[in-house]
């Protein structure tokens, strides 16, 4: 696996006219690197100034260019609403995904001190209990 930290400020090969097509350009770049080697590439990027406060980031979120998310084989965004944030909760949510299904949402704990995320699951009694199954 690769760990690209922060793809948004590569340098790309090529300049363009607007930053967003060479933003295209540096994110297919990866996605043909990752099938040549055959290897997973992760990457990050920021949400859109029109997501601040948005308790669910989607496809339409993503900052600068949205090809990014249809160039991916899976996009997954990181919500957190103030509540959550004190209750020291979050939720990932699979907004596009060609190898499974998309609209999961993953509901977790968040321990920053430790740099520990985990799913958090609700036992029959509807308690809430941590744990590593199946998403909800």
Same mark, same amino acid.
């Given at each position: 696996?690769?760990?690209?930290? /922060? #793809? ?5 090969? #090529? ?11 540096? /994110? ?5 690197? #990752? ?9 990050? $990027? *920021?949400?859109?100034?029109? $997501?601040?406060? @948005?308790? &669910? ?11 990014? &998310?249809? =160039?991916?084989? =899976?996009? =997954?965004?990181?919500? *957190? ?5 004190? !209750?020291?909760?979050?939720? /990932?949510?699979? &907004?596009? @995904?060609?190898?499974?299904? $998309? ?5 977790? @704990?968040?321990?920053?001190?430790? $740099? @520990?995320?985990?799913? &958090? ?11 590593? !199954?199946?998403?909800?």
């Amino acid at each position: 696996m690769i760990l690209v930290d /922060y #793809a948004d400020l590569l340098k790309p090969k #090529a300049r363009r006219e607007d930053r967003r097509f060479e933003l295209t350009d540096l /994110y297919e770049n990866l996605r043909g690197l #990752a099938g040549e080697l055959q290897i997973p590439i992760w990457t990050a $990027s *920021q949400s859109n100034r029109m $997501s601040v406060g @948005s308790r &669910v980031l989607g496809i339409d979120s993503v900052a600068e260019d949205f090809n990014k &998310v249809a =160039i991916a084989d =899976i996009a =997954i965004t990181v919500n *957190q609403t103030r509540e959550e944030i004190i !209750g020291h909760r979050l939720r /990932y949510i699979v &907004v596009g @995904s060609r190898i499974g299904e $998309s609209n999961v949402v993953v509901e977790c @704990s968040a321990d920053w001190k430790t $740099s @520990s995320v985990i799913e &958090v699951q609700e036992d029959f009694n509807g308690r809430h209990t941590n744990g590593t !199954g199946p998403a909800h």
